[in-house]
C-alpha cells in the first residue's frame, strides 16, 4: 500500500501510476521483461511499453502506451485520451494491443481493494491499484486518518525471484509515496 495523502488534489492517478511503474522497473529491471520459455529464458527491455487495461461493455482491452519514462506528463495523457476514444470507437489499430512489457490495472475505480491479477505471457508481471481510501495508518509514529492505494503485483515466478519483485513493488511505493 502507499500513503498517498500528500498528493496535490489534481494529481492524475494515472499518470502517477505510470511513472511509478518506471521506476519500479529502473529499480528492478526484471520486471519489464518477456519469458519466451525454458529454452530462450528472460529478454529485460529498456522500455517501458505499459499496457493499460480498460474495461468496455464489449470485454477487455489492453492497448499499449509506448516508452512511457521517455515521455512528458503531457504527451501521455493526451496518449490515453486518444486510446481511450480508439477503444470506445472500437478502432484501436491491431499493432496498438501489441507488444506491452508490463500491464497496469487500475481495478480500483470499479471498487475493491486488492486482486489476484493475471499475467499474460509473454510478460512477466501485472501491477493493479485498487480503490483509494481514508484508512488509519502510522504516519511519524502517531496514528493518523491519511489516504492509501491498495496495490498488487502478480508476477511469473519461473523468471522472476521475490527479492526482484519485492525491490520493484518498494521502489513503486517510494515513488507514489512522493507528494508530487
Same mark, same amino acid.
Given at each position: !500500500?502507499?500513503?498517498?495523502?500528500? #498528493?496535490p488534489a489534481e494529481a492524475d492517478v494515472t499518470l502517477r501510476l505510470a511513472r511509478a511503474?518506471? %521506476?519500479?522497473?529502473?529499480?528492478?529491471? *526484471?520486471?519489464? %521483461? #518477456?519469458?519466451?520459455?525454458?529454452?530462450?529464458?528472460?529478454?529485460?527491455?529498456?522500455?517501458?511499453?505499459?499496457?493499460? /487495461?480498460?474495461?468496455? !461493455?464489449?470485454?477487455?482491452?489492453?492497448?499499449?502506451?509506448?516508452?512511457?519514462?521517455?515521455?512528458? *506528463?503531457?504527451?501521455?495523457?493526451?496518449?490515453?485520451? &486518444?486510446?481511450?476514444?480508439?477503444?470506445? $470507437?472500437?478502432?484501436?489499430?491491431?499493432?496498438?494491443?501489441?507488444?506491452?512489457?508490463?500491464?497496469?490495472?487500475?481495478?480500483?475505480?470499479?471498487?475493491?481493494?486488492? $486482486?489476484?491479477?493475471?499475467?499474460?505471457?509473454?510478460?512477466? $508481471?501485472?501491477?493493479?491499484?485498487?480503490?483509494?481510501? !481514508?484508512?488509519?495508518? /502510522?504516519?511519524?509514529?502517531?496514528? %493518523?486518518?491519511?489516504?492509501?492505494?491498495?496495490?498488487?503485483?502478480?508476477?511469473?515466478? &519461473?523468471?522472476?525471484?521475490?527479492? !526482484? *519483485?519485492?525491490?520493484?513493488? $518498494? %521502489?513503486?511505493? /517510494?515513488?507514489?509515496?512522493? /507528494?508530487?
Amino acid at each position: !500500500e502507499a500513503d498517498i495523502h500528500d #498528493w496535490p488534489a489534481e494529481a492524475d492517478v494515472t499518470l502517477r501510476l505510470a511513472r511509478a511503474i518506471v %521506476a519500479g522497473c529502473k529499480a528492478e529491471p *526484471a520486471l519489464n %521483461a #518477456w519469458y519466451l520459455g525454458r529454452d530462450k529464458g528472460r529478454r529485460l527491455h529498456d522500455k517501458v511499453n505499459l499496457g493499460i /487495461a480498460m474495461d468496455t !461493455e464489449e470485454g477487455l482491452f489492453v492497448p499499449v502506451l509506448r516508452d512511457v519514462g521517455n515521455r512528458s *506528463a503531457q504527451d501521455l495523457r493526451q496518449g490515453l485520451e &486518444r486510446m481511450k476514444a480508439d477503444v470506445r $470507437a472500437r478502432g484501436v489499430p491491431l499493432e496498438e494491443l501489441r507488444g506491452q512489457t508490463i500491464t497496469l490495472s487500475n481495478f480500483g475505480m470499479f471498487g475493491g481493494r486488492h $486482486a489476484s491479477l493475471v499475467v499474460l505471457p509473454p510478460q512477466v $508481471a501485472i501491477i493493479g491499484a485498487g480503490r483509494i481510501s !481514508e484508512r488509519v495508518v /502510522a504516519h511519524n509514529g502517531n496514528p %493518523a486518518v491519511r489516504r492509501v492505494l491498495p496495490l498488487s503485483l502478480t508476477f511469473d515466478h &519461473r523468471p522472476v525471484m521475490g527479492g !526482484e *519483485a519485492s525491490r520493484f513493488l $518498494a %521502489a513503486v511505493v /517510494a515513488d507514489l509515496e512522493k /507528494a508530487e
